[in-house]
């Protein structure tokens, strides 16, 4: 895939963000679905980053509604949606629902007189971005210790699943990578990503693998259950937080690597975002072996997707993502260097490249699709 024009999207541009839910309910479940809307408003008023949200029924077909809900932010409301409580709170309505779609988009332009002259005021309208027409996504989870080697050889021998979904939607590249007993399974659609993600799981080679690991996993879910199903995809959901791509001429012989950054306790959130910054700084700097690269966080756990060219341990602080020391400090302080065996602060190259090793992930499997 290459990119003529730099790309840059993320979720700590500072701006609001608005959250359409489509629901399409079961027939006569209107009343259950009032009353399940009711116990999560009440709910979400001491859900930090929460502004408001609204609850409307269609026109023309009143099985259809849409909750709307505004956030401070990407990063509470991302926080939020992976978390138990989350789950907890939405839990009531799944009983009432047939179809349910979920879209994010940041605040860029609004009327509305005083409250947008507060919102700008306050720097919370985000800049337009430039995209490159993907939208990438990550699972993780873990398996059981001793099993790992297991896992890895079922994960990267099946075969890859039609690319085509739909005349709108094709799944572009799907790519495994293992650290210890942590799985991360990140996708690049381009497209509709609920709809490539569907079309994924109802393939007989996928649901073939997806029951040759359960025995494996560390937690236990019944795939053929909606709401074991639904608790697990929502538990193992690692959201993008940031992406970059240089732009320009795309260099021959790119590899893709990902790197395990597991933060301290309540340090996920600073982590991602000193190491989007980076990334920033990184796309501008034609010496830097990263060439593009996304960001992946889901609590205090950040997975870091890079494509580079060259060997990254030639320049180990690049390839980590951290420019000069001060940044490798703070870099030290939001990591738990335990988790990864390195106790050590980062001082020289000598220990980027020790903790390049340790962070690195055991690539199981890169698929790309054929282009079309």
Same mark, same amino acid.
């Given at each position: 895939?290459?990119?003529?024009?730099?790309?840059?999207?993320?979720?700590?541009?500072?701006?609001?963000?608005?959250?359409?839910?489509?629901?399409?309910?079961?027939?006569?479940?209107?009343?259950?679905?009032?009353?399940?809307?009711?116990?999560?408003?009440?709910?979400?008023?001491?859900?930090?980053?929460?502004?408001?949200?609204?609850?409307?029924?269609?026109?023309?077909?009143?099985?259809?509604?849409?909750?709307?809900?505004?956030?401070?932010?990407?990063?509470? &409301?991302?926080?939020?949606?992976?978390?138990?409580?989350?789950?907890?709170?939405?839990?009531?309505?799944?009983?009432?629902?047939?179809?349910?779609?979920?879209?994010? &988009?940041?605040?860029?332009?609004?009327?509305?007189?005083?409250?947008?002259?507060?919102?700008?005021?306050?720097?919370?309208?985000?800049?337009?971005?430039?995209?490159?027409?993907?939208?990438?996504?990550?699972?993780?989870?873990?398996?059981?210790?001793?099993?790992?080697?297991?896992?890895?050889?079922?994960?990267?021998? &099946?075969?890859?699943?039609?690319?085509?979904?739909?005349?709108?939607?094709?799944?572009?590249?799907?790519?495994?990578?293992?650290?210890?007993?942590?799985?991360?399974?990140?996708?690049?659609?381009?497209?509709?990503?609920?709809?490539?993600?569907?079309?994924?799981?109802?393939?007989?080679?996928?649901?073939?693998?997806?029951?040759?690991?359960?025995?494996?996993?560390?937690?236990?879910?019944?795939?053929?259950?909606?709401?074991? $199903?639904? *608790?697990?995809?929502?538990?193992?959901?690692?959201?993008?937080?940031?992406?970059?791509?240089?732009?320009?001429?795309?260099?021959?012989?790119?590899?893709?690597? *990902?790197?395990? &950054?597991?933060?301290?306790?309540?340090?996920?959130?600073?982590?991602?975002?000193?190491?989007?910054?980076?990334?920033?700084?990184?796309?501008?700097?034609?010496?830097?072996?990263?060439?593009?690269?996304?960001?992946?966080?889901?609590?205090?756990?950040?997975?870091?997707?890079?494509?580079?060219?060259?060997?990254?341990?030639?320049?180990?602080?690049? *390839?980590?993502?951290?420019?000069?020391?001060?940044?490798?400090?703070?870099?030290?302080?939001?990591?738990?260097?335990? $988790?990864?065996?390195?106790?050590?602060?980062?001082?020289?190259?000598?220990?980027?490249?020790?903790?390049?090793?340790?962070?690195?992930?055991?690539?199981?499997?890169?698929?790309?699709?054929?282009?079309?």
């Amino acid at each position: 895939m290459s990119t003529s024009k730099r790309v840059s999207q993320s979720a700590f541009d500072g701006s609001r963000l608005r959250v359409i839910l489509f629901v399409d309910l079961h027939e006569g479940a209107q009343p259950q679905f009032l009353d399940a809307y009711e116990h999560m408003r009440t709910r979400m008023v001491e859900v930090s980053g929460h502004i408001g949200d609204q609850l409307c029924q269609s026109v023309d077909n009143p099985s259809q509604w849409v909750i709307t809900s505004e956030w401070a932010g990407a990063p509470p &409301y991302l926080a939020w949606v992976s978390s138990e409580h989350h789950l907890d709170t939405v839990k009531p309505m799944q009983s009432c629902v047939r179809d349910l779609r979920s879209q994010r &988009y940041t605040i860029v332009r609004e009327t509305g007189g005083s409250q947008q002259a507060a919102a700008r005021a306050a720097g919370t309208h985000g800049p337009v971005r430039v995209g490159d027409g993907v939208t990438r996504h990550a699972l993780t989870f873990t398996v059981k210790p001793g099993s790992e080697s297991k896992v890895a050889e079922i994960l990267a021998g &099946y075969a890859p699943p039609k690319a085509r979904v739909d005349d709108s939607t094709r799944l572009l590249r799907t790519t495994l990578f293992m650290h210890g007993n942590r799985v991360v399974r990140t996708v690049e659609v381009e497209g509709d990503l609920m709809a490539a993600l569907r079309h994924v799981s109802r393939q007989p080679e996928v649901r073939a693998v997806e029951e040759a690991i359960n025995p494996h996993l560390e937690q236990d879910r019944d795939l053929t259950d909606p709401e074991s $199903a639904r *608790a697990f995809f929502t538990r193992a959901a690692m959201p993008p937080v940031h992406h970059v791509s240089r732009g320009g001429a795309e260099p021959a012989g790119l590899r893709r690597l *990902a790197l395990f &950054y597991p933060a301290r306790d309540g340090c996920g959130t600073a982590l991602a975002r000193m190491l989007s910054q980076e990334d920033e700084t990184a796309a501008d700097d034609p010496g830097s072996p990263v060439h593009r690269s996304t960001v992946f966080q889901r609590e205090d756990i950040v997975v870091r997707l890079i494509d580079v060219s060259g060997d990254p341990e030639s320049e180990p602080f690049k *390839a980590l993502g951290i420019h000069g020391p001060r940044k490798a400090a703070m870099l030290a302080r939001l990591l738990d260097g335990g $988790a990864l065996g390195v106790h050590d602060p980062i001082t020289g190259e000598r220990d980027a490249t020790r903790l390049l090793a340790h962070a690195g992930m055991t690539l199981i499997t890169d698929r790309t699709a054929a282009q079309s």
